[in-house]
């Protein structure tokens, strides 16, 4: 199947800080790609859909300004916390399907963030 | 996207079958039913889907009813490899479209 990465793997920061997520569709090209949040013993809530050259459609109560998604290539989406809170701590998983006849969407590793 | 309930979790002895089941009984025409798996940690792996007829690969069999209201996973032969959290979903088959993930059954495979 396609793969998708994520980098960092895991990140650690201050609070007040911003930490950016890259998410990479690494043998494919994604004109959409999705980020998930899951908190512990949680299911994965969806953040927003990230369109290939345009804004970034994002879920009710996920703040734009503080979840910065830039989406500029067709194997490039990143997410950038900006001014983190330790009530951002959560794991961050983003998704991207190849489209053209391909629609099966498939996840990265994710990305633990932990805000200190 | 039509809703799904999945038992919360199940047992299953290493080498037998786990069968996984799933109510989505207000599918529509156009849903396919999707798995995905999510083993500690890590992000949520793919095994199969499917809109009418049974499917089956190298991970796994999908048995969908004839009415579309309800779905089996199938792991024929269950490792300790297998124990994971198991999502059903449905959803159209459309790249843009998301997927909307519920509580998942927490399967756990005993030696």
């Known amino acids: 199947g396609a793969v998708v990465s994520q980098h960092p793997s895991r990140v650690i920061c201050k609070s007040g800080t911003s930490v950016k997520i890259e998410c990479r569709s690494l043998d494919f090209q994604a004109t959409t790609m999705f980020w998930y949040r899951q908190f512990p013993k949680q299911s994965l809530m969806l953040m927003a859909t990230?369109?290939?050259?345009?804004?970034?459609?994002?879920e009710q109560g996920v703040e734009k300004d503080k979840f910065l998604i830039n989406h500029a290539s067709l194997t490039l989406s990143t997410l950038t916390v900006t001014s983190a809170h330790p009530e951002d701590s959560s794991f961050y998983i983003c998704?991207?399907?190849?489209?053209?006849?391909?629609?099966?969407?498939?996840f990265g590793p994710g990305t633990r963030l932990l805000v200190l | 996207d039509a809703k799904t309930t999945q038992p919360t979790s199940m047992d299953c002895a290493e080498g037998r079958a786990a069968n996984l089941p799933c109510n989505h009984s207000?599918?529509?025409?156009?849903?396919?039913v999707y798995w995905y798996r999510q083993i500690h940690s890590q992000g949520p792996q793919y095994i199969i889907h499917?809109?009418?007829n049974n499917e089956t690969n190298e991970m796994a069999s999908l048995i969908i009813t004839e009415d579309r209201k309800s779905s089996t996973l199938i792991l024929p032969h269950a490792t300790l490899r297998d124990t994971a959290v198991y999502y059903c979903?449905?959803?159209?088959?459309?790249?843009?479209?998301?997927?909307?993930f519920g509580g998942g059954t927490r399967l756990m495979v005993k030696p």
């Open positions: 990230s369109n290939e050259g345009s804004k970034a459609t994002y």
């Open positions: 207000t599918i529509s025409g156009n849903e396919y």
């Open positions: 998704s991207a399907s190849q489209g053209g006849g391909s629609e099966t969407q498939y």
């Open positions: 979903i449905v959803s159209l088959y459309n790249a843009g479209n998301m997927l909307t």
């Open positions: 499917g809109l009418k």
